[in-house]
């Protein structure tokens, strides 16, 4: 039997991986600049998170949400304490389309009305409701017109006000960097209109935080620039760092019923391990600040080629733009510099969304490549 053929593949099977590097079994070695799409955060095979996730498989893997298990509300706790956000609790899911799924079902609950802002270039995942919400006709179906969506600019203030006065709106979701579109943001200004007008008109805004999160901006969670307190916040890729999982959480004015959400997988022992780990690796060896000081070199560094038209994102969620599309330097980092890139929405845009805790040499070492292409 063959498999779906769904993705393009690049040829490259990896053997192995340590940190952000990646190994082939041709014996290459890889600097990874993409972490697998945003989810290494805090290294490939990290040590210390190796041994947490053989020591809790050598004690229990799993068991149903039927019975207590109180890695998850460590997990909660370490949330809270290292993003700050007070006064949510959390619900965990095993991907960000089902944080996404789970956080709009949420708020259809809570507001007893069915209708979704959303913003154009926005990718929200590929489960239903969250394919609705995202703004690519190119894979989405039929199946997908089903929920009631509008689609507005980042920054359209009269759009926005035009549609929540309409007052059928349960949610509004946005990503505070938007990922697969190409690294755009709105303006501080707009993301705090919003935020007052979903309180006015008892809206739950929902943030889209399942690739900006975990640090990877160097806030914890990208929104937190802006100074808002979104009613629901959706996570995911960095959180487990390859363990697949993802979580939600829920402002304490939203209250919970049994049987309101559920799960088989989502929040297991192995998963909260991940998490775990995760969290104690991102305030042990201070990614949060590697993340940021990371940003300011690649800015300096990076910009000094000159085929460079922008440089976008923040952290370690950055865009490198050019005035040409950047398929096929994408394709000569990884084969002959032995470099992993990412692509977007935006053809002419490379994505660097590394493990969080690379050094300047790696920087340099893009650099040098560009530089070898470029000029
Ligand atoms: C912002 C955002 N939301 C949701 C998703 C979907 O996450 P998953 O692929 O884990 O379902 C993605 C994936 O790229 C994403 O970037």
């Known amino acids: 039997m063959s498999l779906f053929n769904v993705?393009?593949?690049?040829?490259?099977?990896?053997?192995?991986?340590?940190?952000?590097?990646?190994?082939?079994?041709?014996?290459?070695?890889?600097?990874?600049?993409?972490?697998g799409h945003a989810v290494i955060s805090i290294g490939h095979s990290h040590p210390a998170y190796v041994n947490s996730l053989t020591k809790q498989l050598n004690n229990i893997g799993f068991y149903s949400n039927y019975i207590i298990n109180d890695l998850q509300k460590k997990v909660a706790e370490k949330i809270i304490l290292q993003s700050g956000c007070k006064n949510y609790s959390l619900f965990m899911t095993n991907s960000g389309a089902e944080a996404n799924e789970n956080a709009l079902q949420v708020a259809s609950f809570h507001t007893n009305k069915s209708r979704i802002?959303?913003?154009?270039?926005?990718?929200?995942?590929?489960?239903?409701?969250a394919l609705s919400i995202t703004d690519n006709s190119?894979?989405?179906?039929?199946?997908?017109?089903?929920?009631?969506?509008?689609?507005?600019?980042?920054?359209?203030?009269?759009?926005?006000?035009?549609?929540?006065?309409?007052?059928?709106?349960?949610?509004?979701?946005?990503?505070?960097?938007?990922?697969?579109?190409?690294?755009?943001?709105?303006?501080?200004?707009?993301?705090?209109?919003?935020?007052?007008?979903?309180?006015?008109?008892?809206?739950?805004?929902?943030?889209?935080?399942?690739?900006?999160?975990?640090?990877?901006?160097?806030?914890?969670?990208?929104?937190?620039?802006?100074?808002?307190?979104?009613?629901?916040?959706?996570?995911?890729?960095?959180?487990?760092?390859?363990?697949?999982?993802?979580?939600?959480?829920?402002?304490?004015?939203?209250?919970?019923?049994?049987?309101?959400?559920?799960?088989?997988?989502?929040?297991?022992?192995?998963?909260?391990t991940a998490v775990l780990s995760v969290l104690e690796t991102i305030e042990n060896e201070k990614l949060m600040e590697n993340s940021k000081n990371l940003e300011n070199y690649f800015r300096k560094t990076i910009s000094k080629i000159s085929s460079v038209s922008k440089i976008?994102?923040?952290?370690?969620?950055?865009?490198?733009e050019f005035n040409f599309p950047a398929a096929e330097l994408r394709k000569k980092?990884?084969?002959?510099?032995?470099?992993?890139?990412?692509?977007?929405?935006?053809?002419?845009?490379?994505?660097?969304?590394?493990?969080?805790?690379?050094?300047?040499?790696?920087?340099?070492?893009?650099?040098n490549a560009l530089n070898v292409e470029l000029q």
């Open 7 to 35: 993705y393009p593949l690049y040829e490259m099977t990896p053997s192995h991986a340590e940190m952000c590097y990646v190994f082939d079994k041709k014996g290459n070695k890889y600097l990874d600049l993409y972490g």
């Open 117 to 129: 802002i959303a913003f154009k270039n926005s990718f929200h995942g590929r489960s239903n409701a």
């Open 138 to 272: 190119n894979i989405k179906s039929k199946m997908n017109d089903k929920i009631d969506v509008s689609f507005i600019n980042f920054n359209d203030k009269d759009a926005f006000d035009k549609e929540i006065k309409k007052g059928d709106v349960s949610s509004v979701i946005f990503e505070s960097i938007q990922g697969v579109g190409g690294l755009d943001e709105p303006e501080t200004e707009f993301v705090k209109h919003v935020s007052n007008q979903c309180k006015k008109n008892s809206v739950c805004l929902i943030a889209d935080e399942v690739q900006s999160g975990f640090g990877r901006t160097g806030d914890f969670f990208a929104f937190q620039k802006h100074d808002i307190d979104p009613d629901i916040i959706c996570m995911a890729k960095g959180m487990g760092n390859g363990f697949p999982v993802g979580g939600i959480l829920i402002k304490d004015n939203i209250k919970a019923k049994f049987g309101m959400l559920g799960t088989t997988f989502g929040g297991n022992h192995l998963a909260c």
């Open 312 to 320: 976008k994102g923040r952290g370690l969620m950055l865009g490198i």
């Open 333 to 367: 980092l990884i084969f002959k510099h032995k470099i992993f890139t990412g692509g977007s929405a935006n053809k002419n845009l490379l994505r660097i969304l590394p493990p969080l805790n690379i050094n300047k040499s790696h920087v340099d070492k893009l650099y």
